[in-house]
């Protein structure tokens, strides 16, 4: 299924399901917003990466708009619905000031490997845990998906991208999880070789053996 979106280049990988806040100052996008709440539109948001508009992004609704300022600016909250694939990018929608596109609608498979998301689950408790940011831990619900941790593992944006683009929710885990299997270990690891280096840097009672 495809359709022609309004779109709204960032240089961010918005998931579905994700809330995000955007605050629109261009006139091109502020002429989007109003376009998309006058005929109650949404538009897609796909991700530039490596200085070029990338061929998926996400089709995001807009929530609300929290404020418009007296110069037009806008701070709006959106929501991404679910992932497309650019068919055919247009600098300028017909008409507009703002880019549009013909989107291929991407199916997604949302069947979950319970054990997979077990080990997810404690992989990324030791992965804050490693790092000192027990405090920023938040204790995962028993309905959480591979979209709601995509931003908490560390991942470069160029590698959330290709997480954006595997399709079924199995996949997305084995992928969560080979990633955090490899880190973890290496973050532990760089704790201990820094433990090490502060011990060193400070005087020790030893006692010498005795020959």
């Known amino acids: ?29 502020k002429q989007l917003v109003h376009d998309c709440l006058e005929q109650k539109k949404t538009f897609g948001i796909p991700a530039f990466i490596q200085n070029a508009v990338g061929v998926f992004g996400t089709e995001v609704e807009i929530l609300e708009v ?21 068919l055919q990018f247009d600098k300028m929608a017909p008409g507009r000031l703002y880019a549009g596109g013909e989107v291929e609608l991407i199916e997604n498979n949302f ?11 404690e992989y990324l408790k030791k ?24 931003h908490h593992l560390g991942l ?11 399709t079924t929710e199995t996949e997305r885990q084995e992928a969560i999880l080979h990633h955090l299997q490899q880190v973890v270990p290496i973050v532990l690891e760089t704790e201990r070789l820094k433990e090490r280096v ?14």
Do not use: C
Not at 112 to 120: A, G, M, Q, R, W
Not at 127 to 149: A, I
């Open 156 to 166: 470069n944006t160029e590698q959330e991208y290709t997480l954006l683009q595997i």
């Open 1 to 29: 299924m495809s359709k022609y979106l309004p779109l709204f280049p960032l240089s961010i990988v918005v998931f579905p399901g994700e809330k995000l806040n955007l605050h629109v100052f261009e006139p091109r996008y």
């Open 66 to 86: 929290e404020k418009e300022h007296a110069n037009g600016e806008m701070d709006i909250r959106t929501k991404g619905i679910g992932i497309f694939k650019v």
């Open 127 to 150: 992965l804050y845990e490693s790092l000192g940011l027990e405090n920023f831990y938040v204790d995962l619900p028993e309905d959480f998906t591979s979209y709601d941790v995509a």
């Open 111 to 121: 069947e979950e490997d319970v054990l997979t998301k077990l080990k997810i689950k």
């Open 198 to 211: 502060r011990l060193n840097g400070h005087f020790k009672n030893l006692t010498p053996p005795n020959f």
